[in-house]
């Protein structure tokens, strides 16, 4: 069975300062990964996703993530955090070669980014 | 917005009742995905339906039943309601069921009190 673990429930930043959410996935074979940002009051939506090919992936408003087998990890990235980013981070994986696209969810890491 | 439209966006009722949440997936998408978020137990995927055909089926209770019909909508039945059941309801679609290439898109929820 597979499983996700985000370390950190809440994790505090500066305006200015680097991001870093970890993520930490347990399979028998490495799965597809991803990662959903969750702001107040709304649904989530897709920040990236890492499937094959490249592991440093790039995704949307400044945000990355970097496979790391050895590590079983996908931790996300930004250089320097704007007051926007504040949100809820979700971590999930997605059975490969399963033919299914279900996705089993970290249990999220909230950002609060200060001024 | 992600295109994934959902009603009611709030819901109040008794335990013991009955409720149906709806969703309309985005235009083109086939599959639908049904999921709750609680506070103790975070994200959990419910259920997928594919072109009108149960796809896979994940921590649903037997109280909860879903459908999905000609027109592509989704509706999820929650029976004899318990306090517990107080949650988030996301719906998802996605265009079809590979994980490598189909991004879920997340409606903006259903928040269900059960008093």
């Known amino acids: 069975a597979q499983s996700v673990t985000q370390l950190g429930s809440h994790v505090s930043v500066s305006e200015g300062a680097l991001v870093l959410l970890r993520c930490n996935y347990s399979?028998?074979?490495?799965?597809?990964l991803f990662w959903y940002v969750q702001y107040p009051n709304q649904g989530l939506q897709l920040l990236l996703k890492?499937?094959?090919?490249?592991?440093l992936v790039k995704g949307i408003n400044g945000f990355e993530a970097e496979f790391k087998k050895s590590e079983t990890s996908f931790h996300l990235t930004k250089p320097s955090a704007h007051m926007s980013d504040a949100a809820e981070y979700f971590c999930?994986?997605?059975?490969?070669?399963?033919?299914?696209?279900?996705?089993?969810f970290g249990k999220g890491t909230m950002l609060l980014v200060s001024p | 917005d992600s295109g994934v439209t959902q009603t009611p966006k709030h819901l109040i009722t008794a335990t013991g009742q009955r409720v149906t949440l709806r969703c309309s997936p985005r235009s083109g998408d086939l599959s639908v995905y049904w999921y709750q978020q609680s506070l103790d137990q975070g994200l959990q995927f419910l259920i997928q339906y594919y072109n009108g055909e149960e796809r896979a089926k994940g921590n649903i209770l037997e109280r909860f039943s879903a459908q999905q019909f000609p027109d592509l909508h989704s509706e999820l039945n929650l029976s004899s309601l318990e306090l517990g059941d107080s949650a988030l309801y996301f719906c998802?679609?996605?265009?079809?069921?590979?994980?490598?290439?189909?991004?879920?898109?997340f409606g903006p929820g259903t928040r269900l009190t059960v008093l």
């Open positions: 998802a679609s996605s265009v079809g069921v590979g994980p490598s290439t189909d991004t879920q898109y």
């Open positions: 399979s028998s074979v490495p799965p597809y």
């Open positions: 999930a994986v997605s059975r490969r070669n399963s033919g299914y696209s279900t996705l089993t």
């Open positions: 890492y499937t094959t090919g490249a592991t």
